[in-house]
């Protein structure tokens, strides 16, 4: 790529960027697009919804960036909870470090790498047309000794990066400590899971848990909870409105993850449907409603089939005949769970099995459901699928990386040889097309990770988002940053692996050839950014729902944001600075650019439209550092093959204890800060069942704890008296 | 080696074998050999001294072996701890698997070996004279069909093994519980060491220790003990009596791991010596304590000033001037140690950082003493050592190596070309003297590996030889196996690693090339045995000073079994039976042979010769479980190979699954049974902790637990009582 095409690149992407954000300033004023932008604050009844038409409302004004700039982060903490904090740390600490890097790379290196004798040119009146080969090491001479330059920078920059990263976790440790203490006695810090507990002949499973609790922890000990295999009573629900349910949820598909919940309401909605379209007059758009008189009577046979069926099979289940092996067991203080929690409880360690219970609304319920053979073959599945998913992926891949060579483009495609032989053409497509379409393949990725970590047998839906935002981030690395890097067949690229000695050469050779894709990449980004303001998908369809199905629907879903998604997507980035910090600095001004975009519109979406969906308390973050840990060996790896290659083999050894520094450091951080996001010491937790043990309010808290853990699908009892409220005359007059 | 060699080594050792029995039968009848032959049965009084003399304790007889044999394993148990019995129980899983793997061996490999094509030749006529090669798999023709016995031989030996594996973990874990339950109350069991004790400005040590466990462990903290630095203690010790010392501890220098204990107990003789001398007559034989009379008047005014600078470093370390910030501290009741120890007590990680605390006994005192940074230095010290060890040892097996073949021999000491031509010599020298050597320089490196270990920083003595005996376990199986049958240099032997795909082949052709030399090896190990049960070393020892010295000791010190030599050492010959099972099964009765041996000898050895040091409860199992495992996909590996080299690839192949079933029961075992090896589970503590409720002895075992974990070196008030009682009129008359 020349510095025209560049140019061309980041002219398109700005522009798109400011055309977004004026757009995202204007519609955000519209009162009709609040439930699009500002979804929280409508449902905490924060949004003044103006009435009366104004000028101003037309007109783009920046007054949103103010907004999202101005809180704190105490404020950012009460709203969004410790995970959406560590969220915005990671693009305060990306600032903190590339800012470093920016500066040492454009002001050091760039000038050392543009007047290496290499490929020397002193001749600026050209520039346009030279090739972006010019700022990269490549164009240092070999063996000069000007590349110590380029091995001080290593070393600088690790320092740098190492101090940040221990402040940085350091504060973020005692940010967690600081809201544990000060957080009010919740279900799951009192509550721990119990798994494999043994059969003992005729007593039921809810007997033996009380006998051995009572027994082994008679002080501590509330109450247990035995969970039920309600996969029948769920596929009872939904195969009878397995068609409605589908039509209504497929908007939130996204978040299908678990709720029961979700299925009640959806369940109760659709009872309010009759009634409400008798009330009101209005009718859908394209008649999709119209049957709903005529389906009355029949609807009202079918609802009252299902609850006789569903109160027959909860029946059944209360009766214990559908127990699990495992039980939620409650204790009297923080500390007594964490006893039964660290100590083995049983002789035998395969019974007894202890774990963190995860907040009651957190749990996934359908894994219960699952019989142990059944996990043990989706994860077979999930095995396959992955290797299948990787296959599918680099043949897109490989395909991408075609396009940012014309020529074989036109090899493969000659009907085109014409078109491209526009300049403008030829600019978009190398310069533009390629990193869009890797955008666009990589955005259905999120889901398939979600969807595989919830067949791997996690309890919580954090648990399985975190396991998806690990998939996610090998994923990435592997598949945007190696496949990208390691042009070549599949096999050829995981044979690297099996001669460990040429690793950093050939990622040497292999890294700066693709500097300029991976520079147009960072700044398509920017425009992939502002999609994220303007939420293009979620408003579409907010559009067509409201003038295709013109039905008040008061409950809205607020999102969620899908960390498991947008974490790696924004690790990519500071991967893709620290690799190219030595070999292409040109890099560094555009990452700090995606940083900066990121760091406000970020902040916006978090206050305004997402709404905290479980509180990990900051548990993403661990995986943030090995992430940048990674990175750093990575950047070290190839620094050790770029020396060797150009000759200096002094400094290449020279660097071989900068990785070793590297990993030392991050053993003493693992054992610094990584046990507290596992659990809380004993003086913190003796020190808040002692400031609890006088407040009255948690005799009340005791009684609540006792059912927070009830399978939700066994609690009809509140829907049917919700529906007698006001929602199912039906059934009212049934039961 | 041809089978006349064989058959003459066989004879040689056997010859050995039976002399040395023989040997050891009349030698341990002579009253005055009962401290060397059984010093347990002399301390425990149950040693009838006959006095009158007797024909019959001339002549060899076999009762021994019906006295070794009888015992109960519950017996075993009660005079031999739990790691007695779990060593005696190597030997029973050993002669159970390599009976079934004889059987198989003898009468299905070997006859289809020798029937084989390849070097096909029924001609039994010259037996002598022919190959040990024609024995072994090499013998089978290239993709002959009889190569699929080969392949359900090793599943089924798999099988065979993983069975006895299962049983043997879940019975000697089952032992353990049982142990535990059935043991007195012991102060290891009430006690944690917590170490990185933070400081806090004024307030002392213990100070904070107790505050702090006051605060969060009310009802369960008993007392505490913060370890002091002792090492100037120990060192003026030294420095006054360095010169006798070392005369003195000479000959046990072996265990002279850590006791001050010891150190006392020689001033204290040393005080005795001079009134002794002058009650009885006795001059040294070789005048060697002649001067002591005139010493007589140097030594008392030495020992006085010896005695008041200890005990004026003693009131100084009690001021507390020289505490480390570790602390040893009890508990009212097991679970409630268990919970300190289970649960992080700190916010901060890296204080009050809580581990197990071993036997009082077991306390490896000088470990406290050094400093965080010479810790870290002898680490690397250690390290630099292995190396230089590794490298040592290259280089003597390199040339044990050329023995076995005797051309090179011949070229590299050419004057010795007209001895080995004689037949006998040359059979020596090939089929026993390689061996010979082997043994010999492999029983330097066990008292090595201590020292290395102890220079690690673990706490106590029997981490030391738990961490010894994994060092000795990867020498072994890399220096006696994979050296000898990777020949070549230093270098080319790891590089096997950076080429992983080339393994199986490589050792499916070095290992068979080698099995001629591990038989020899084998059958010489009949004879190390036997000198074990003549306990040679220690015969002459006391031979030499029964006559040199005179003096009549009557403290003599009773040896424990050193595990961390003798485990290796026991289940490297499990290693060669499995390696050469499929490839030269002709090895098998031999190493038959060896464990009958074996379990016989070191069942007499644990009953009447060793004392245990120690009782980690079993512990030692893991190691033995995980070595078998390695064994067993070892055999795996190179049964791929060796299917791939006789081009059978579909063997080949289908032998593949097998490392990863085995892995995958390994992997269920550690589940199953390791976490029993760790702690013991709530439910165990609990129990024990209810039966002693009521127990009036506990208030007793409390009082004295409070002073249990005191270094000993700052305990001198008893030996100066007892120096008063009897020993030193010297310094009574000062105190």
Chains 1, 2 share one sequence.
């Not at 995986?623 to 620094?639: D, E, K, P, R, Y």
């Amino acid at each position: 790529m020349i510095v025209s095409a560049l140019l061309t690149s980041v002219g398109i992407n700005l522009g798109l960027c400011v055309l977004f954000f004026a757009l995202y300033s204007v519609l955000r004023k519209q009162p009709c697009n609040l439930k699009v932008y500002a979804p929280r604050l409508v449902a905490e009844g924060r949004a003044g919804q103006r009435s009366h038409f104004n000028i101003e409302a037309l007109l783009p004004s920046a007054g949103w960036v103010r907004r999202a700039w101005q809180p704190s982060e105490d404020e950012l903490l009460d709203s969004c909870g410790l995970d959406g904090v560590v969220f915005n740390r990671i693009f305060i600490f990306c600032l903190r470090v590339f800012s470093v890097a920016a500066i040492i790379g454009i002001f050091v290196l760039l000038p050392v790498n543009y007047l290496g004798d290499h490929l020397r040119d002193i001749d600026f009146s050209d520039l346009p047309n030279k090739s972006l080969d010019l700022f990269t090491i490549s164009n240092v001479k070999d063996s000069s000794n000007w590349l110590w330059v380029h091995f001080s920078a290593a070393y600088f920059i690790t320092g740098v990066v190492c101090y940040l990263l221990y402040t940085e976790y350091k504060y973020i440790s005692n940010k967690r400590i600081a809201h544990f203490s000060s957080s009010k006695p919740q279900p799951h810090h009192f509550t721990i899971l119990v798994r494999d507990i043994p059969l003992h002949g005729r007593s039921s499973l809810s007997d033996t848990v009380e006998t051995f609790f009572m027994d082994y922890h008679p002080s501590d000990y509330l109450a247990s909870t035995v969970v039920c295999r309600t996969s029948k009573l769920r596929g009872l629900i939904c195969e009878n409105f397995g068609a409605n349910c589908i039509g209504v949820m497929s908007q939130k598909s996204q978040d299908n993850g678990t709720d029961t919940e979700n299925l009640y309401r959806r369940i109760t909605h659709l009872k309010s449907i009759p009634s409400s379209s008798q009330n009101q007059s209005h009718t859908g758009f394209l008649g999709l409603f119209r049957k709903n008189d005529d389906l009355m009577g029949h609807y009202a046979k079918k609802l009252e089939d299902l609850e006789q069926n569903v109160r027959l099979e909860q029946s059944d289940i209360s009766a214990g005949r559908e127990e699990v092996r495992a039980a939620f067991v409650c204790f009297r203080s923080r500390y007594g769970a964490a006893k039964a929690l660290h100590i083995r409880q049983s002789t035998d360690p395969t019974e007894w099995v202890t774990e963190h219970a995860p907040e009651p609304h957190d749990v996934y319920w359908p894994f219960f459901s699952t019989s142990f053979t059944q996990r043990w073959i989706s994860k077979l599945v999930v095995v396959v699928a992955s290797v299948l998913l990787i296959v599918l992926f680099l043949l897109v891949v490989a395909f991408v990386q075609g396009l940012t060579y014309l020529e074989q483009l036109e090899a493969l495609l000659p009907f085109l040889k014409n078109i491209l032989k526009i300049t403008v053409v030829s600019q978009i497509v190398t310069g533009y097309l390629p990193s869009l379409l890797l955008h666009l393949v990589a955005s259905l990725v999120p889901p398939i990770m979600k969807l595989f970590s919830a067949m791997q047998g996690y309890i919580a839906i954090s648990e399985i988002e975190k396991s998806a935002c690990n998939k996610m981030l090998l994923f990435t690395i592997w598949f945007l940053f190696f496949a990208n890097v390691l042009t070549g067949s599949v096999t050829s690229q995981f044979q690297i692996f099996l001669d460990p000695k040429t690793i950093p050469e050939r990622l040497a050779v292999a890294v700066p050839a693709q500097a300029s894709f991976f520079i147009a990449y960072v700044v398509t980004s920017w425009t992939s950014l502002s999609w994220e303001l303007n939420r293009t998908i979620a408003f579409i369809g907010d559009l067509i729902s409201r003038h295709c199905s013109k039905t008040t629907d008061d409950e809205f879903q607020i999102p969620s944001i899908p960390y498991y998604s947008e974490i790696p997507r924004v690790l990519l980035f500071g991967l893709l600075g620290f690799t190219y910090f030595l070999l292409a600095p040109l890099i560094l001004p555009f990452i700090l650019v995606f940083f900066c975009i990121g760091y406000i519109i970020y902040r916006n979406q978090l206050l305004n439209v997402y709404q905290p969906k479980y509180d990990t308390g900051g548990r993403f973050w661990p995986i943030v550092h090995n992430t940048t840990i990674f990175s750093l060996i990575l950047m070290q790896i190839i620094a050790v093959g770029i020396f060797g290659l150009k000759k200096l083999p002094l400094a290449s050894s020279l660097i071989l204890p900068l990785p070793a520094l590297t990993l030392l450091f991050n053993d003493y951080c693992r054992k610094r800060f990584l046990p507290i996001f596992h659990d809380f010491a004993a003086e913190t937790l003796i020190k808040k069942d002692r400031e609890d043990r006088n407040d009255p309010a948690m005799e009340e808290f005791f009684d609540k704890l006792v059912t927070a853990y009830r399978d939700p699908a066994l609690m009809p009892i509140r829907h049917s008296t919700n529906s007698n409220d006001h929602n199912s005359p039906l059934l009212s007059s049934k039961v």
